[in-house]
């Protein structure tokens, strides 16, 4: 058994440990609802979008646009990790990792070209360290997305997607669910897919399809309309992942610290239990020994 000194440095040290998590916890769960205010100031925006978007679909105006056309054959595709800059999240950044390289390989085997876009220092480093170079990184703002970031990003992948050097780009990010969840999961980002909303339930839809079924009137015209709305869709929708990305790092991270701070008091309790019994065997000896001597001076 470990000595009474050894015993309460242990105790001591991980207390110190449990002081640094708890605070993390502590400070992970204040940005959650922040992240969470962001996000949800940024969804009717995005959601306006949709429903516009879905509405010149149905109207058949004819309108094409280069980021609305599937390429005939893929040979080059663009895949986005979005991870985090900071560590200490659990398997935050490892399930996105793991898709991503997946990914890779799987697009190498078929033959295809790959370009690789990191969003997080965690998904940098490590593609680094497997000798992959990605043609893109943002770094240092994946706790609290700017718009920037995403604006830079989609300028980016529209542009070679226009100009025909790619023909796919997939994202991988985290999908919030709640605090306690968060599920890794990739999309196909372009080209862009216009959802039919009647798709959905009908009584949720309802309010929706009266509005879609109102007249546009284009001005200047449909073309110049849709040639604006796509490029602002597309960058709405790239800095709604970051911002969802963000919800799910500060969620796994209270997860994680959460379960650390516990851990740390656990080991502290069984420690302390230790101590105690060695700190009574000690006890012990001595009366023993005290007990032994005044016994052999009385025998003299």
Known sequence: MANLKEIKGRISAIQSTRQVTRTME???????????????AAEPYVHALKHILSDLRRAGTGVAHP????????????????TSDRGQAGGFNAGIIHLVE???????????????????RKAQNYFQYRGITPVMSLVGNTGAPTFADAQSLATRIMREYAEGTLDRVEIF????????????????FLPVVIEDEDNGDADTEKPSAQRRNLEYIFEPSAEDVLKSLIPTYVEAMTFGYFLESAEAEHGARRTAMKAATDNASEMISTLTRSYNRARQSAITTEISEIVGGAAALEDQ
């Not at 959650?32 to 996000?39: E, P, S, V, Y």
């Not at 190498?108 to 790959?114: F, K, N, P, Q, T």
């Open 26 to 40: 502590m400070v992970s769960t204040a940005k959650i609802r922040g992240a969470q205010n962001k996000a949800n």
């Open 67 to 82: 980021l609305l056309e599937e390429h005939a054959e893929c040979k080059r595709i663009m895949l986005v990790a979005i």
């Open 102 to 120: 997946q990914a890779y390989s799987q697009a190498i085997a078929r033959g295809l070209e790959v370009e690789l876009v990191c969003y997080g």
């Open 173 to 188: 990010y985290n999908h919030f669910i709640n605090v306690a969840r968060q599920v890794p999961k990739s999309i196909t």
